[in-house]
């Protein structure tokens, strides 16, 4: 009797397990459905061409592009930024002044991301417009900006996780040698937690390559591709929102599906990296 | 020359501090600020009287009122399709699955965690649509299409709380009910998710706090401009992020500004006064676990 | 005698209270016994007018339900059409394939125009079509060329799914190209803080928005007003339309009917618009 209740408990668990597996799967397979008859025109074109539906182009290149500049700028202008900052929690700062940063950087997560925007239209736009003189103030830079200061806290966060984990006996090591708080986090610790960071940055790039409100407000979603970090901008992110509104038969509205599709699969390749690295590391450590 | 390179290592560091520290307050402030002087039951109510709103007696056309309704009413909703589904299945990947199969869900899970907020929006959209074609033309985006597309989102969140609260239990408290003769279920109901409470809660109000501060999910699945308290999980509804960006781009008038700039700040204090709810509650409780009386 | 005349006189004002009185009340009558939701979405520059008109009902009325969306022409076609909303706001009449994919019955309530708009501090306020057509399709790019500063023109246009920015296009640009690289932003209000706030911004914006916050700007010696709009001297015109899949029938056939009404009319023209017919 308790075996039959133990058995189903068991069973009932496995059934949401699945459930919430396939829902990922799921995801997938809508949008590969959905933008079907568009990848079925061709998927090098699809990828590669310009997006001026008036003229029958349907291509997302300018939106990969957009995407990826942006992504990366903010990676840019964050992993230094982040890097220091992860140094003064863990080493160089005293105590209790680390503590309450690290408490400042948490608190930072719980920041929602319509208020990164929002403050950015307000008070970065106009800055940046009138530092450079010229362009409206809505291009790559203030996105890469703000979207640098939005992935900032998890990536110190994580490298802040990757340092603590360094083993005890590496420190002790290093402490009996003589060195100090310094030279054991740049002799000892960075060396050792080298695939960390890299999970960081590339978890950081994730995030950065699928956030949505902080470009389509701030980077200017024009269609052309970019040629300097001054221009107006599209990401993958913004079309699907900007083109939501077409027909649901039009080749516009299964763009946004070729879109969701390009943000998944590279999301999927960005996680399988991940864990490859951790994997690597954990044996490493055994 | 290791010594200067040590020097500048704490000089960068200390700069590098100060840069984030002042990018994070001047959005503070700045918001603060302009946000503070808005900040009256006006902002919320209109020109309705607080308790006839609260009561519905009256509507509220040009206060917040609508928006915090709805995005109260969304969180809810999404957590409560999000927990269960949740917690099942962090329970079964930290107890009943065996090595590969558990390695193979981490996958699939990281993946979910990691796609992007609007496509799970879009998804949602997509499976509103799909449902309305070939189901019953009753179905569109809506409060529940939301509530479900959310329900997604934080889903991931859930399982990897549970999990990892589940599976940083030490192995004596593990072990202990099972050598005195409970069953699997019995040391999972009555030791093992008592003491991993903390844990599971935490992962429950990061969840609540992400609900409330998505706006991508809730633009492409029945968040609308104006909608009143909605009426039933059918019926489009106003949201609290949606209001904002959409008076970021929209505003018409300076009070809608000042209006745009309270909702900001009203969201702002929302959600960081969550983060602090969830590290308190860890803290009381691992206190009270250790040391209970 | 004088006395006669007076009080005649007051019965008929007095009646045309009565009559006013009545009328006011009647206009809204019809949605009288009338509950459940009506669903509008489309067209940003009805927004302020749907808003105003549906909070007039619903307080008379608190068992109707209006909900109100945007998004766009397009997205107002396509969703009155797929049944997703009771009334599909356009600003632009529907094209005859629309009208019998969706078998949409077309309702126009309102006349307004699309004109061009700067920010109040640039000292450009005319301009020529030609030059219109050549700043929006990017061969002009610098404001000195019109008349301006020595600075970039910062170009603002609107997305796909626009019933102005179609207008705009057919009949301000003759259907010619838009700059790739101009700023998209998603509706007039959006496209009237753009320009509100960018010195060399340029963008266009329905006539009925135009207010202090950005400067309007004569396109060949015409400067786009609700007046001149009416007069028919500002060529750039279009009507505001609310679609309906069939026939409308119950509260969305009462608030069509309300549009049309003297209260409506008057919602209307405070919008900036001019109503139709």
Redesign the interface.
């Known amino acids: 009797m308790n075996n039959w209740k133990e058995r189903g408990i068991e069973k009932i668990f496995l059934l949401s397990t699945i459930i919430s597996s396939s829902i990922t799967l799921l995801i997938l397979g809508f949008m590969a459905y959905m933008a079907l008859p568009l990848l079925r025109g061709g998927l090098f074109r699809l990828l590669t061409e310009?997006w001026?539906?008036q003229q029958g182009f349907y291509g997302i290149y300018?939106m990969i592009v957009g995407t990826s500049v942006i992504s990366l700028l903010s990676l840019l202008i964050a992993f230094p930024v982040s890097l220091g900052c992860s140094f003064l929690i863990s080493s160089i700062g005293p105590k209790s002044l680390s503590a309450v940063f690290r408490r400042i950087v948490q608190m930072m997560t719980g920041i929602p991301t319509v208020i990164y925007g929002f403050v950015g239209i307000f008070l970065l736009?106009?800055l940046i417009?009138e530092f450079f003189?010229?362009?409206?103030?809505?291009c790559i830079l203030t996105a890469a900006l703000m979207l640098g200061v939005l992935i900032s806290p998890t990536m110190i966060l994580f490298f802040c996780d990757s340092f603590d984990r360094v083993p005890r006996s590496y420190i002790d090591a290093a402490d009996s040698l003589g060195a100090n708080r310094l030279q054991t986090l740049l002799y000892v610790i960075l060396p050792s937690a080298r695939e960390g960071i890299v999970i960081g940055v590339l978890l950081a790039f994730g995030r950065a390559m699928g956030d949505t409100l902080v470009s389509l407000m701030i980077a200017?979603?024009?269609?052309?591709e970019p040629k300097s970090i001054l221009?107006?901008v599209?990401t993958l992110t913004a079309h699907i929102a900007?083109?939501i509104?077409?027909?649901?038969e039009s080749p516009?509205f299964r763009s946004i599906f070729a879109c969701g599709l390009v943000l998944y699969l590279f999301i999927t390749i960005v996680i399988l990296a991940v864990r490859r690295l951790a994997f690597r590391k954990s044996e490493e450590r055994a | 020359m290791k010594q200067a390179g040590e020097r500048l290592t704490i000089w960068y560091s200390w700069t590098c501090g100060l840069i984030l520290t002042a990018a994070v307050f001047s959005i503070l402030v700045y918001l603060l600020f302009k946000g503070a002087g808005a900040f009256h039951p006006k902002l919320i109510f209109g020109d309705v009287s607080p308790l006839k709103a609260v009561l519905l007696q009256q509507?509220v056309?040009d206060g917040l009122f609508p928006a915090v309704v709805g995005t109260l009413m969304l969180v809810s909703l999404s957590v409560s399709i999000a927990l269960p589904i949740g917690f099942a299945t962090g329970i079964y990947l930290a107890e009943y699955a065996d090595f590969r199969i558990k390695n193979a869900f981490n996958l699939i899970f990281d993946i979910l965690a990691g796609i992007p907020s609007i496509v799970v929006g879009l998804f949602g959209f997509a499976l509103a649509v799909f449902l309305?074609k070939h189901y019953s033309?009753s179905i569109?985006?809506c409060l529940l299409i939301s509530g479900l597309a959310l329900a997604f989102l934080v889903l991931p969140y859930i399982i990897r709380t549970t999990q990892i609260a589940l599976e940083s239990l030490s192995p004596e408290i593990r072990l202990t009910a099972l050598a005195l003769g409970a069953t699997k279920l019995q040391n999972l109901v009555y030791v093992l998710l008592p003491q991993s409470l903390t844990g599971m809660i935490s992962g429950v109000i990061l969840a609540i706090g992400r609900c409330a501060e998505d706006t991508a999910v809730i633009m492409l699945t029945g968040v609308?401009?104006?909608?009143?308290v909605p009426?039933s999980v059918f019926?489009?509804y106003e949201a609290l992020p949606f209001y904002i960006y959409?008076i970021s781009?929209?505003?018409?008038t300076p009070e809608e500004l000042m209006n745009g700039y309270g909702a900001a700040l009203l969201l702002l204090l929302l959600c960081l006064f969550l983060f602090a709810l969830a590290f308190v509650i860890k803290k009381r409780l691992s206190y009270l676990a250790f040391y209970r009386p | 005698m004088r006395k006669q005349y007076v009080v005649a006189a007051l019965a008929v004002i007095f009646s045309l209270f009565v009559l006013t009185a009545d009328c006011i009340s009647g206009e809204l009558e019809a949605f009288g016994g009338q509950k459940g939701?009506l669903?509008i979405?489309g067209g940003?520059a009805h927004?302020?007018v749907?808003?105003e008109a549906?909070?007039r009902i619903?307080?008379a009325f608190?068992d109707i339900?209006?909900?109100?969306?945007?998004?766009?022409s397009?997205?107002g076609i396509?969703q009155v059409g797929?049944?997703?909303v009771n009334i599909g706001n356009t600003g632009r009449k529907p094209t005859d394939d629309e009208i019998a994919r969706y078998q949409l019955k077309v309702h126009q309530w309102a006349l307004d125009g699309v004109g061009v708009v700067v920010n109040p501090k640039n000292r450009v306020k005319a301009l020529t079509k030609a030059q219109v057509m050549d700043i929006f399709a990017g061969r002009i790019d610098n404001w000195k060329s019109v008349g301006g500063e020595n600075?970039?023109i910062?170009l603002?246009t609107r997305?796909?799914?626009s019933g102005t920015r179609e207008v705009f296009w057919e009949k301000a640009l003759d259907k010619g190209t838009i700059?790739?690289?101009?700023?998209?932003?998603?509706?007039?209000?959006?496209m009237?803080?753009?320009v509100a706030?960018?010195s060399?911004?340029i963008g266009y914006v329905s006539v009925g928005?135009i207010?202090s916050t950005v400067a309007p700007v004569a396109l060949d010696g015409v400067i786009p007003t609700i007046k001149t709009v009416k007069e028919g001297k500002y060529k750039i015109a279009r009507g505001l339309y609310s679609n309906t899949k069939g026939e409308p029938t119950g509260l969305t056939r009462a608030f069509i009917n309300y549009l049309y009404s003297r209260e409506g009319r008057k919602i209307v023209e405070k919008g900036g618009f001019i109503p139709f017919p």
């Open positions: 310009p001026m539906p300018p736009v106009p417009r003189q010229g362009g409206s103030g809505m200017g979603n024009s269609i052309a221009d107006s599209r900007l083109v509104a077409a027909d649901y516009e | 509507r056309f309305h033309s569109q985006p609308v401009v104006a909608a009143g009426k019926a489009p959409y781009s929209q505003y018409t | 939701t669903k979405s940003t927004i302020p749907m808003k549906a909070q619903m307080s608190p339900q209006i909900s109100i969306a945007a998004g766009g397009g997205v396509k797929e049944g997703l600075r970039k910062n603002y997305d796909e799914a700059s790739p690289s101009a700023n998209v932003v998603v509706s007039n209000g959006a009237k803080s753009a706030q960018d060399y911004g928005h207010d």
